[in-house]
């Protein structure tokens, strides 16, 4: 298969760390140059430790021992100026945008000991409006900054966005995550519809729950403890792993970014170990 990516350039958000900076470097290790942003901050509603510039600088060494250029902002993808700056910056220096990765984003779950809510009616307002500006709203944004230089190069390309089990079923508790993951699908059919004649490819990615810092941290047990009918969202994987690896996700995203995917557009592709498809 063809995975060879040699001369592009992939803008990737949320490549701090996790799964953005797995998929950073996987792309330069197939010949991509990189475009990364990343908040490295904290956003007060999300209850586990978020990025710090120190973490993007890793990425940046990491892909720069590839052999190949990054270019890496601290950014919000909320902020749409933020999001077409660091675009309009990688354009200028690289000359073509062709693989989007929207990855960045937040989950609002944990806490114990009243700290996080216990049902999704108990969501408070300021974490549903994070939740869905970062995990739906910032996907627009990435989209709507990129695609103007995507179809000025007339090369079509590929536009990846990281949804989740939650895109697809109704996990419980976090009926904020949920929405904004299946807002994510029905953003990218749309996009896949309207890209198709540039040949603009438009997927999503679904993974179950990932080794990174969003689920690996101190909060989620101590909620799940405090709520065990929650683990319901915990208890779905088919195959023998409670959690999967940053690069089995970031496999999908090399395979949709590539041309072996040439003709691969509006898929809604799980990384889930069986979750979704469970009896
Ligand atoms: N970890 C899991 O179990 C899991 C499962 C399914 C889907 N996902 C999704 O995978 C993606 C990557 O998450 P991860 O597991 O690598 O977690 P992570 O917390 O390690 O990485 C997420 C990155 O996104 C950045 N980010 C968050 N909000 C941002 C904003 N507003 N602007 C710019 N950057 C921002 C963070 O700073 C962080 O570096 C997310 O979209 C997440 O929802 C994660």
Same mark, same amino acid.
């Given at each position: 298969?063809? @995975?060879?990516?040699? +001369? &592009?350039?992939?803008? !990737?958000?949320?490549? *701090?760390?996790?799964? %953005?900076?797995?998929? =950073? ?65 990688? @354009?200028?220096?690289? +000359? &073509?945008?062709?693989? !989007?990765?929207?990855? *960045?984003?937040?989950? %609002?779950?944990?806490? =114990? ?69 299946? +807002? ?7 996009? *896949? ?87």
């Amino acid at each position: 298969m063809n @995975f060879d990516l040699d +001369g &592009r350039t992939a803008f !990737v958000t949320g490549a *701090a760390r996790g799964q %953005g900076r797995r998929h =950073a470097i996987t792309l330069a290790q197939h010949g991509a140059n990189i475009v990364a942003i990343d908040l490295c901050g904290q956003i007060d509603t999300v209850p586990y430790s978020m990025s710090t510039p120190e973490d993007l600088a890793e990425t940046v060494q990491l892909v720069e021992s590839t052999g190949r250029k990054i270019i890496a902002k601290q950014g919000d993808v909320r902020d749409f100026e933020q999001v077409q700056a660091t675009v309009d910056e990688a @354009f200028a220096a690289f +000359g &073509r945008i062709d693989i !989007v990765v929207a990855n *960045a984003g937040t989950n %609002g779950l944990g806490g =114990a000991g009243g700290a996080g809510p216990f049902e999704s009616q108990d969501i408070d307002l300021q974490r549903w409006r994070d939740c869905i500006d970062t995990n739906l709203t910032g996907v627009f944004n990435t989209i709507k900054a990129a695609v103007p230089a995507m179809i000025s190069g007339e090369r079509g390309g590929s536009i990846i966005a990281t949804s989740s089990t939650a895109g697809i079923r109704g996990l419980r508790s976090m009926a904020d995550y949920v929405a904004a993951k299946h +807002g994510v699908v029905g953003l990218c059919r749309a996009f *896949a519809n309207e890209l198709a004649e540039h040949s603009i490819r438009v997927n999503t990615v679904h993974p179950t729950g990932v080794a990174t810092q969003m689920v690996e941290n101190p909060e989620l047990p101590a909620f799940f403890q405090a709520y065990p009918k929650a683990a319901v969202n915990l208890d779905g994987n088919l195959l023998p792993v409670d959690l999967v690896q940053p690069e089995d996700v970031s496999n999908a995203v090399l395979f949709l970014a590539s041309d072996a995917a040439r003709y691969v557009t509006g898929l809604e592709m799980t990384v889930d170990a069986g979750f979704t498809a469970r009896a």
